[in-house]
Structure formats: structure tokens, C-alpha cells
């Protein structure tokens, strides 16, 4: 097992917290783990930024407070999505000397924004339902862990203050989490084939515009690479981190 931990971002769906997005991901992995809630999410629904970026920055220097505070000086990033993602992007641009390499999935929070905020407008558990289902490629693979996600993260969308923090993270400007052509760590780029949330080519263009940007495209996986695929997950993360 590496000494460098790698620290897990998880995803930016509603009512989502570490432990329900990393769950069946942390035991398979070859290093130290650290996942956190990040702001706005689980047990750390806060408000006050506001927009993509905002946020991205926001949880940034949340992560960035975590590792000084556990003595940690240098690890490896895992982001997932549009919160993970993003705030991964936004670590390695304030703080690039804190970071040896990262992988991002699903785009990072760099393709454009939803046309409607998911879950809220119709917040019951067919909806919540529904919404984790467009994560994977095919639902009827997943059909009791989708149940059970189901129903945890409905109780978690609808703890006070989180609608509003989720709502406000679509707000304002939908530009990129950090600046990145100025990104200098090497970074994977995974997205899969059949993701139904954002089409692989946000990861391509992503990829694209980081000066050691590598794309990675999982067959048969949706948004979700991790469930749909977890070998694969497990075999391209460990490649990449410990090359």
C-alpha cells in the first residue's frame, strides 16, 4: 500500500455524502483513503458561495484545511463529477505542489450546466429514484443498490438547508473551476462510454486543455465508472496514481 493517501471527492448529486458514493470503491483501492463530506453535502450543508466555481474553490480549501490539519503534505486526488471533479481541478491550480497526480470523472464540472436542477423540482423518492438511476448504464444491474440509495439519499436531500445549498450551486457563472491550461499535474480524465449525465466529449475537451491531460474512455460504463465498472475503476486508478 503507497504511503501518498489518496483522497476521494465524491459526486454532486442530491442528498449524496462519501460514504454512499465510495462505499464499495475505498476497499478495493491500493492506498490510504481519506473521503470526506464535502461542503454543501451530508454533514456539511453550509451556504454561502455561490456558482460552480465558487463552490469548487469553496471546497478546495475545505480539503486543503483537512490535510494540514491530519499532517498530510502530499496525496493523490480522486474527483468524481461535477463537485468532485471540479473541486479536484480547483486543488491542483491553488495548490499544485500539495498533489503528485489526480484522476477526474465524468467531466468535472466543466461541461455546461443542467437545463433543470435534478431531484428538487419533484423531491420524492420516485424522483431521487430516477435521478440515480441515469448514473449507471444499466439499471437493472444495480436494481438493490439503486433501492437502497434510494431511500438514504432522500433523507439527506431534505435535511434543512440542503435545497437551497444544492440550488445555489447551479447559480451564477458556469465558466470552468479553475484556470486549466495553468494546471501542471498530470491528471486522467475517465468518462464513460454510455454516461447518460454529460457526453464523453466535455472529458475530451478536458483533457485536451491540460497540459498532461490524459483521456480515458471505459467501455460499457455510464456515469457511474466505479459501479459500472469497479475492476476496471480499480486497475486504470492504480495504473495512473502509482505511475
Known amino acids: 500500500m503507497s504511503d501518498v493517501p489518496l483522497v476521494l471527492l465524491h459526486g454532486g448529486g442530491p442528498g449524496v455524502d462519501a460514504v454512499s458514493n465510495w462505499a464499495a470503491t475505498i476497499a478495493r483501492l491500493p492506498f490510504r483513503c481519506i473521503?470526506?463530506?464535502?461542503?454543501?453535502?451530508?454533514?456539511?450543508?453550509?451556504?454561502?458561495?455561490?456558482?460552480?466555481?465558487?463552490?469548487?474553490e469553496a471546497r478546495a480549501q475545505q480539503v486543503l484545511a483537512l490535510l494540514d490539519r491530519d499532517g498530510v503534505e502530499k496525496a493523490n486526488l480522486v474527483g468524481n463529477s461535477a463537485a468532485g471533479g471540479a473541486a479536484a481541478l480547483a486543488l491542483l491550480a491553488?495548490?499544485?505542489?500539495?498533489?503528485?497526480?489526480?484522476?477526474?470523472?465524468?467531466?468535472?464540472?466543466?461541461?455546461?450546466?443542467?437545463?433543470?436542477?435534478?431531484?428538487?423540482?419533484?423531491?420524492?423518492?420516485?424522483?431521487?429514484?430516477?435521478?440515480?438511476?441515469?448514473?449507471v448504464a444499466d439499471e437493472s444491474a444495480?436494481?438493490?443498490?439503486l433501492d437502497d440509495l434510494a431511500g438514504l439519499r432522500l433523507d439527506q436531500a431534505l435535511r434543512p438547508g440542503a435545497e437551497e445549498a444544492f440550488r445555489s450551486m447551479f447559480a451564477g457563472d458556469p465558466g470552468p473551476p479553475a484556470d486549466l491550461t495553468a494546471i501542471t499535474t498530470p491528471v486522467l480524465a475517465l468518462h464513460g462510454e454510455r454516461d447518460?449525465?454529460?457526453?464523453?466529449?466535455?472529458?475530451?475537451?478536458?483533457?485536451?486543455?491540460?497540459?498532461?491531460?490524459?483521456?480515458?474512455?471505459v467501455a460499457g460504463a455510464g456515469h457511474w465508472?466505479?459501479?459500472?465498472?469497479?475492476?476496471?475503476f480499480r486497475r486504470l486508478v492504480g495504473e495512473f496514481i502509482s505511475a
Open 35 to 56: 473521503a470526506p463530506d464535502l461542503l454543501g453535502f451530508g454533514t456539511r450543508i453550509t451556504e454561502g458561495p455561490r456558482g460552480p466555481r465558487e463552490w469548487a
Open 196 to 217: 447518460r449525465v454529460s457526453p464523453a466529449e466535455v472529458s475530451e475537451r478536458l483533457a485536451a486543455a491540460l497540459p498532461h491531460g490524459r483521456l480515458g474512455v
Open 225 to 232: 465508472i466505479h459501479v459500472d465498472r469497479p475492476d476496471e
Open 94 to 135: 491553488a495548490a499544485p505542489h500539495r498533489f503528485g497526480r489526480a484522476v477526474v470523472m465524468g467531466g468535472a464540472g466543466t461541461g455546461p450546466l443542467p437545463v433543470r436542477v435534478p431531484f428538487y423540482d419533484e423531491p420524492t423518492r420516485e424522483s431521487m429514484r430516477a435521478t440515480l438511476g441515469r448514473l
Open 142 to 145: 444495480h436494481r438493490d443498490l
